[in-house]
């Protein structure tokens, strides 16, 4: 079974604050690790995924296989990075479900 | 151009009602899933085809039926509404090798 975890259900911060979103996951594979991000009524869409090793917005997450996390942090937050964050697994079962954490709001105060 | 689109936006019905969400995308994705986001906005899978067959099916409500006329479209019909169906309900798709690319989302209010 597949299984992440968001241990915050929110978390806020000043602008200019250092954030980060707590993200661990339970699979026996080796799993591929997302991060989603929801803007208000809008859609759902990527943000970061473990293989691209990128910064997306200042974000970025490292994959800690031995800890089974997938934290994602910003040095710097900014007011329009207020959202939803969901972190994400897929594993290599079939038909590629992908399982969601439950959501972390981040709200960044002026 | 939107990837994934979905109708309508919003839905509001009565209980015992049957509704239908409709689900296209222009990706040429072979996969496409049905989420829903409860009000505490856990989001949860539902159905997954892939080339019109069925490969996932999360112990859903057998009032929920999803169809898949072809590999562009997935709609999702709801028989004999209840309360604890208002949700959102996202369709999203995917190809190889590619993200999960999710639609703007259904709200459906069940009064």
């Known amino acids: 079974a597949q299984r992440v975890t968001q241990p915050e259900k929110l978390l806020s911060v000043f602008k200019g604050a250092p954030v980060e979103l707590k993200c661990n996951y339970s699979y026996s594979g080796s799993p591929e690790l997302f991060w989603y991000v929801q803007y208000s009524r809008q859609r759902l869409q990527l943000l970061l995924r473990?293989?691209s090793r990128e910064s997306i917005k200042g974000f970025t997450a490292d994959l800690n296989k031995g800890e089974t996390s997938f934290h994602l942090k910003k040095p710097f937050a900014q007011e329009e990075d207020s959202a939803m964050y969901y972190c994400a697994l897929r594993g290599e079962a079939a038909g590629n479900k992908l399982t969601f954490g439950g959501g972390t709001r981040v709200l960044v105060k002026p | 151009d939107t990837a994934v689109s979905q109708t309508p936006k919003y839905l509001v019905t009565q209980m015992g009602n049957d509704k239908s969400i409709k689900c296209e995308q222009n990706l040429g994705h072979d996969t496409m899933y049905w989420y829903k986001q409860d009000s505490k906005k856990f989001l949860k899978i539902m159905f997954s085809?892939?080339?019109?067959?069925?490969?996932i099916n999360e112990t859903v409500p057998n009032r929920f039926s999803p169809k898949s006329p072809d590999k562009a479209h997935l709609n999702l019909h709801i028989n004999s509404l209840e309360l604890g169906d208002s949700a959102v309900y996202f369709c999203a798709s995917k190809g190889v090798g590619s993200p999960l690319h999710f639609g703007n989302g259904t709200r459906l209010t069940v009064t």
């Open positions: 085809y892939n080339n019109k067959e069925l490969i």
């Open positions: 473990h293989i």
